[in-house]
């Protein structure tokens, strides 16, 4: 059978870019995933064990090729000693293991940071495609296809509608739960030939490579949670993690991720020097027109026009969801949208909610607060209260 992986490009573009800033900032530091199951699959992940150890050996069997590190070498962003950094990496398969705890399944990488964060989407789309292969294909796919040509005709009818001041645009987000990858390129394909105007790029760095589309994505909670080890105060860790990227990237990559302890405390952190340099945010938890509202009341209390930036929206979209918050927000703000599940792994049969997070950073564990319950995750009870007291987060 086909190995699921097919390139090392084929991850996440924040990916690449947390990567840089953190082989830059902090080369030294270790980190801890682990891999959770958010929902009841249909059935137990822990019978995908040998499968996904034989998908792991593969994993670590491959190097990027000169072509793909010429690919990335050419973004404005990535800088030539991350490059040359690339064509040496290969995953150790000493930093991950998977065991079994009955019906559950445990994965857990452990190493040096800038060797075990990659493993997570990697991780996350084999199991994924390993659990999906037990369901029948056929039915799967004649679903999926007529569902995304339903997509396509609610946008085209869309099109009908009065002009806003900023134009719809939403991106593809769904590399790690995706049903496989030929539907993956299917889906990509599709979209960046009937709807244009609106299809405007894909997080899967290898699709946008292979497709000439462009690649899309800044960072992900890993990053700001990594901060929470990294010797600041833990009440800085936010305007630390920021300034890092600032410094970094230097106007490249300008949207900033907001849940890592709650938009509220986030806003705190978010001064006028940040709101002037980063070009927008992201919502990834609780809901998004409150979210959003907050926002644009921070922009106004900074005397910011916020014409001039993007909210991006991410948090288990779909076009229907989409297009809503579009109409609500579209004559004040920019907009993007980045649709994962929903756009590829759409079929008759229920999707399983699966993650894999940074748990521990340098020895200490670390934490997310999201805006919504379900989304926080840490191994230490006492620490993430401790954190909440911090932050005034509510439990």
């Given at each position: 059978?086909?190995?699921?992986?097919?390139?090392?490009?084929?991850?996440?573009?924040?990916?690449?870019?947390?990567?840089?800033?953190?082989?830059?900032?902090?080369?030294?530091?270790?980190?801890?995933?682990?891999?959770?199951?958010?929902?009841?699959?249909?059935?137990?992940?822990?019978?995908?064990?040998?499968?996904?150890?034989?998908?792991?050996?593969?994993?670590?069997?491959?190097?990027?090729?000169?072509?793909?590190?010429?690919?990335?070498?050419?973004?404005?962003?990535?800088?030539?000693?991350?490059?040359?950094?690339?064509?040496?990496?290969?995953?150790?398969?000493?930093?991950?293991?998977?065991?079994?705890?009955?019906?559950?399944?445990?994965?857990?990488?452990?190493?040096?940071?800038?060797?075990?964060?990659?493993?997570?989407?990697?991780?996350?789309?084999?199991?994924?495609?390993?659990?999906?292969?037990?369901?029948?294909?056929?039915?799967?796919?004649?679903?999926?296809?007529?569902?995304?040509?339903?997509?396509?005709?609610?946008?085209?009818?869309?099109?009908?509608?009065?002009?806003?001041?900023?134009?719809?645009?939403?991106?593809?987000?769904?590399?790690?739960?995706?049903?496989?990858?030929?539907?993956?390129?299917?889906?990509?394909?599709?979209?960046?030939?009937?709807?244009?105007?609106?299809?405007?790029?894909?997080?899967?760095?290898?699709l946008a490579y292979r497709f000439n589309l462009v690649p899309?994505?800044?960072?992900?909670?890993?990053?700001?949670?990594?901060?929470q080890a990294f010797g600041t105060r833990l009440v800085d860790?936010?305007?630390?993690?920021?300034?890092?990227?600032?410094?970094?990237?230097?106007?490249?990559?300008?949207?900033?991720?907001?849940?890592?302890?709650?938009?509220?405390?986030?806003?705190?952190?978010?001064?006028?020097?940040?709101?002037?340099?980063?070009?927008?945010?992201?919502?990834?938890?609780?809901?998004?027109?409150?979210?959003?509202?907050?926002?644009?009341?921070?922009?106004?209390?900074?005397?910011?026009?916020?014409?001039?930036?993007?909210?991006?929206?991410?948090?288990?979209?779909?076009?229907?969801?989409?297009?809503?918050?579009?109409?609500?927000?579209?004559?004040?703000?920019?907009?993007?949208?980045?649709?994962?599940?929903?756009?590829?792994?759409?079929?008759?049969?229920?999707?399983?909610?699966?993650?894999?997070?940074?748990?521990?950073?340098?020895?200490?564990?670390?934490?997310?607060?999201?805006?919504?319950?379900?989304?926080s995750q840490c191994t230490d009870v006492t620490y993430i209260?401790?954190?909440?007291?911090?932050?005034?987060?509510?439990?």
């Amino acid at each position: 059978m086909k190995p699921v992986v097919r390139s090392l490009l084929e991850t996440d573009l924040y990916k690449f870019t947390m990567w840089q800033a953190l082989l830059h900032s902090h080369p030294g530091a270790t980190g801890e995933y682990e891999f959770r199951c958010r929902n009841e699959p249909a059935y137990p992940l822990a019978e995908l064990k040998d499968d996904i150890e034989r998908e792991l050996d593969h994993l670590c069997s491959m190097m990027f090729t000169e072509h793909e590190v010429a690919y990335l070498r050419a973004l404005r962003f990535i800088k030539g000693d991350f490059a040359d950094f690339l064509t040496l990496f290969r995953f150790q398969r000493k930093f991950i293991e998977v065991t079994t705890d009955g019906p559950h399944l445990r994965i857990r990488a452990s190493g040096p940071l800038v060797h075990v964060m990659g493993y997570e989407i990697f991780v996350l789309y084999i199991v994924n495609e390993l659990y999906f292969r037990r369901f029948d294909q056929a039915v799967a796919m004649a679903e999926a296809r007529r569902r995304l040509r339903q997509k396509i005709d609610e946008l085209r009818a869309f099109g009908e509608e009065a002009p806003r001041a900023n134009p719809f645009e939403f991106f593809d987000f769904g590399v790690r739960r995706r049903f496989s990858g030929e539907w993956h390129d299917e889906v990509v394909q599709t979209l960046a030939r009937e709807l244009p105007v609106y299809f405007k790029g894909t997080s899967n760095v290898y699709l946008a490579y292979r497709f000439n589309l462009v690649p899309i994505g800044t960072m992900a909670h890993e990053y700001l949670q990594a901060h929470q080890a990294f010797g600041t105060r833990l009440v800085d860790f936010q305007s630390a993690a920021l300034e890092n990227w600032v410094q970094e990237y230097r106007g490249d990559l300008g949207t900033a991720l907001t849940d890592v302890v709650g938009m509220d405390a986030f806003l705190a952190d978010f001064d006028l020097y940040f709101a002037k340099l980063f070009d927008g945010l992201r919502h990834d938890s609780g809901d998004p027109v409150v979210w959003g509202e907050k926002a644009l009341a921070h922009y106004a209390r900074l005397r910011i026009n916020a014409r001039t930036k993007r909210l991006v929206f991410s948090d288990a979209l779909t076009i229907p969801k989409a297009l809503s918050l579009y109409r609500h927000f579209a004559d004040r703000v920019m907009t993007g949208f980045g649709i994962g599940t929903k756009l590829t792994n759409d079929t008759p049969f229920p999707s399983i909610n699966i993650v894999m997070k940074l748990v521990r950073c340098n020895g200490q564990p670390v934490a997310k607060l999201s805006d919504e319950p379900g989304k926080s995750q840490c191994t230490d009870v006492t620490y993430i209260a401790y954190l909440r007291q911090v932050f005034n987060h509510p439990l």
